[in-house]
Structure formats: structure tokens, C-alpha cells
T-cell receptor
Framework: GAVVSQHPSWVICKSGTSVKIECRSL??????MFWYRQFPKQSLMLMATSNEGSKATYEQGVEKDKFLINHASLTLSTLTVTSAHPEDSSFYIC???????????FGNGTRLTVT | GQQVMQIPQYQHVQEGEDFTTYCNSS?????IQWYKQRPGGHPVFLIQLVKSGEVKKQKRLTFQFGEAKKNSSLHITATQTTDVGTYFCAGRGSGGYQKVTFGTGTKLQVIP
């Protein structure tokens, strides 16, 4: 149980375009989802906490106008990287928790390459 | 903000040797989780520790949570090549609902 699906697995886009990444909880409802970013050989850094029906909470240093998060339902959160630049190339991973104290369940991640 | 550090950053061991990674938080944690990430993959949950001084075992893996709930360790006995990967601890802050902060990770390489 507690499966999180993330799509797409990888995407290549041109600089200046926008990319949308979807994160779905398949067998549970998630009022909260988390978006992480991981650069090569580095740890996972929390970008934002996505809250169903309300605004996302962004971590310090993360531009909310660049990384748009929408959590319109209890099973879907989306991250849109707007006006992508090469420095946005990274591994983006979403996660969700079935209950408040449960461990994180991760999607398979999206490898974004901006050319 | 909360910081979670892990040492060592890298560890190369001969197959059959033991391995330990240590995790230290700048703040008291409500619980700590351990994840393993293979190259190109996503983190996979291993275990969660909640109680002060808790020790849990999974076959050759032993996890400990410190008495002060600020540190933790993962010990692997008799490593195998399948243990290769990066091990992350992840701490959840105390005092109500808190985000999970990942440690810096320890990359384990096992030499056959």
C-alpha cells in the first residue's frame, strides 16, 4: 500500500519553457505532499510543502513564482517549473504521507534537463 | 533551521566488513527515518524510530535512536554488494506537525 506515482519520469525542455510534474497518491488520500529537489551527489532538499486546498509553504530560498504548486485534490499535486533555465536541471521527487506520523512515501522522481 | 548531518560522507568497505553511518540533528527530533537510495533511483524507506534509545534490527541492519533524540546510527554487519547505495537519515522535528529534513547522506561502496 501507500503508492505514490510521479509523472513524467524524465523530461528535456528548452530554456524558457515551462514543465509540469504530477504527483499522485494511488491508494490513499494525502492532504499534504512534499516536493524535494536533488542535485547530483547531494542530499534531498525540501522545496515546498503542498497542502490540499490551500497555498503551498515554500522553503527559504525557493521562488514561489518560479515553482508553482497546485494541490487541487486529495490525490494530486503538481509542480510547474516556469521559464526553466539550465540551472533548474535536477531530480525532482515528490512524497506523501498517509497519516501525520507515517514515513514518507516517494514517487519515482522526475529528471529534468533544461537545454 | 533544523540541520541534519551524517558522517562519513563516503565509505568503501570490503565485502564482509561492517559499516556504520552516524546521523546528528541540530534539534531534538520527534522521530527519525532511514532511507536507501540506489544510483538513479528514489529513496526507499527502511525504518522509522520514535522512542528515545530505541534499537531496531532488520536482518543485518541495526538502527539506533539516541537517548536525547538528536542522533541516530545505522550499522550493517557483514556487508554485501547489494548494500551499495546512499543511506539517508531523515528527521522530523518535535512539537506538533513538522517537516522532514534529510541528512547529508553516506554513500556506501562495497568492494567484492
Amino acid at each position: 500500500g501507500a503508492v505514490v506515482s510521479q509523472h513524467p519520469s524524465w523530461v528535456i525542455c528548452k530554456s524558457g519553457t515551462s514543465v509540469k510534474i504530477e504527483c499522485r497518491s494511488l491508494d490513499f488520500q494525502a492532504t499534504t505532499m512534499f516536493w524535494y529537489r536533488q542535485f547530483p551527489k547531494q542530499s534531498l532538499m525540501l522545496m515546498a510543502t503542498s497542502n490540499e486546498g490551500s497555498k503551498a509553504t515554500y522553503e527559504q530560498g525557493v521562488e514561489k513564482d518560479k515553482f508553482l504548486i497546485n494541490h487541487a485534490s486529495l490525490t494530486l499535486s503538481t509542480l510547474t517549473v516556469t521559464s526553466a533555465h539550465p540551472e533548474d536541471s535536477s531530480f525532482y521527487i515528490c512524497s506523501a504521507i498517509p497519516t501525520g506520523r507515517s514515513p514518507l512515501h516517494f514517487g519515482n522522481g522526475t529528471r529534468l534537463t533544461v537545454t | 533551521g533544523q540541520q541534519v548531518m551524517q558522517i562519513p560522507q563516503y565509505q568503501h568497505v570490503q565485502e564482509g566488513e561492517d559499516f556504520t553511518t552516524y546521523c546528528n540533528s541540530s534539534t531534538t527530533l520527534s522521530n527519525i527515518q532511514w532511507y536507501k537510495q540506489r544510483p538513479g533511483g528514489h529513496p526507499v524507506f527502511l525504518i522509522q524510530l520514535v522512542k528515545s534509545g530505541e534499537v531496531k534490527k532488520q536482518k543485518r541492519l541495526t538502527f539506533q535512536f539516541g537517548e536525547a533524540k538528536k542522533n541516530s546510527s545505522l550499522h550493517i554487519t557483514a556487508t554485501q554488494t547489494t548494500d551499495v547505495g546512499t543511506y539517508f537519515c531523515a528527521g522530523r522535528g518535535s512539537g506538533g506537525y513538522q517537516k522532514v529534513t534529510f541528512g547529508t547522506g553516506t554513500k556506501l561502496q562495497v568492494i567484492p
